[in-house]
């Protein structure tokens, strides 16, 4: 809106600095009560979730599963192509540049599924030691 008004027309007047003037208090003060209300409801989740008993961590659904399955065994193609690869094509930045996101991508693989296992053997735990 700021930029707008700052504009200048053919004579290199700007259209309305009087109504700049007017509303950038306005809208200053607006900002910083909207950020001190989003830090003090922010300090209330956190009290709240103290005072909270810990809940038995939720059981992780098929879907997570399928998803992880998919996804390594699309990892597993693209690292068997990696290396399937003609030796005069290993050579070039394309092939490097491929490499590089492929290694992004199996490290985010890689992490999800030790989440999921990690999960796992978290609710597995935590029902060993409700059982009596």
């Avoid at 053919?10 to 259209?15: A, D, E």
Wanted: proline share 6%.
């Amino acid at each position: 809106m700021y930029d707008a008004m700052m504009l200048q027309d053919l004579w290199g007047q700007t259209k309305s600095p009087e109504l700049m003037v007017l509303t950038f208090p306005a809208t200053t003060v607006l900002l910083a009560w909207c950020s001190v209300e989003l830090v003090a409801d922010a300090l209330r989740r956190m009290r709240a979730r103290r005072a909270m008993p810990p809940a038995e961590p939720r059981p992780v659904s098929r879907g997570a599963w399928i998803c992880a399955v998919v996804l390594n065994l699309w990892l597993g193609s693209l690292a068997a192509g990696r290396v399937l690869v003609p030796i005069w094509y290993r050579h070039t930045v394309i092939f490097y540049i491929v490499v590089g996101l492929g290694n992004q991508l199996g490290i985010i693989v890689v992490a999800f599924d030790i989440f999921l296992i990690w999960r796992v053997i978290k609710l597995r735990r935590a029902r060993r030691l409700k059982t009596p």
